[in-house]
T-cell receptor, first 114, second 118 residues
């Protein structure tokens, strides 16, 4: 079974600084998708960014970008110019083509210090 | 407004008393699924449905049932709830099963149902 590992249960960052959240995954497949989801205190699951494994270019969405290292099976999220609203639980997730099942990591709780 | 609606948002019940958590989406999505979220475990899939009358087990289906009689609704049924089913539950939907072909469609999540079984 696929596994997704987030080795940082908690992280903190100073407002306006940059923070990187780590994620590794295990798969024998070559075609798959990776995601970062944000869960604020409201509990809602919000898609932050997605990466298709067949694309070599790292995905970016405004202040959010990923460092996708396919050979190393690593998928880290970089948040630039951190804002107070970025404080949340962040989940890394893996989705294999045709599997119909999102595999989530255990989450990283991000605190933003004013 | 496109949304996935779960009810109730909070529920406290007793062991063995059957309950249903409803999920409804207004986006005409074929694919729907249920997850439970537990501290230190992330989200794990319980059941999913690729279309009306088509359902299948996820990673943790024991103790749960689902039905998909209509495209928009995907209720989660706990026939005899037990304390180990105390959890935060999420329903999600998307247009196609994630990653069919090369087009991934975004999964929309409901706002969650906090269930406590005593």
């Amino acid at each position: 079974a696929q596994t997704v590992t987030q080795s940082q249960p908690e992280m903190s960052v100073q407002e306006a600084e940059t923070v990187t959240l780590s994620c590794t995954y295990d798969t024998s497949e070559s075609d798959y998708y990776l995601f970062w989801y944000k869960q604020p205190p409201s509990r809602q699951m919000i898609l932050v960014i997605r990466q298709e494994a067949y694309k070599q270019q790292n995905a970016t969405e405004n202040r959010f970008s990923v460092n996708f290292q396919k050979a190393a099976k690593s998928f880290s999220l970089k948040i630039s110019d951190s804002q107070l609203g970025d404080a949340a639980m962040y989940f890394c997730a893996y989705d294999q083509t045709g599997a119909n099942n999102l595999f989530f990591g255990t989450g990283t709780r991000l605190t933003v210090i004013p | 407004e496109a949304q996935v609606t779960q009810n109730p948002r909070y529920l406290i019940t007793v062991t063995g008393k059957k309950l249903t958590v409803t999920c409804s989406q207004n986006m005409n999505h074929e694919y729907m699924s249920w997850y439970r979220q537990d501290p230190g475990l992330g989200l794990r899939q319980i059941y999913y449905s690729m279309n009306v009358e088509v359902t299948d087990k996820g990673d943790v289906p024991e103790g749960y049932k689902v039905s998909r009689k209509e495209k928009r609704n995907f209720p989660l049924i706990l026939e005899s709830p037990s304390p180990n089913q105390t959890s935060l539950y999420f329903c999600a939907s998307s247009f196609t099963p994630p990653h069919r072909g090369r087009t991934n469609t975004e999964a929309f999540f409901g706002q969650g149902t906090r269930l406590t079984v005593v």
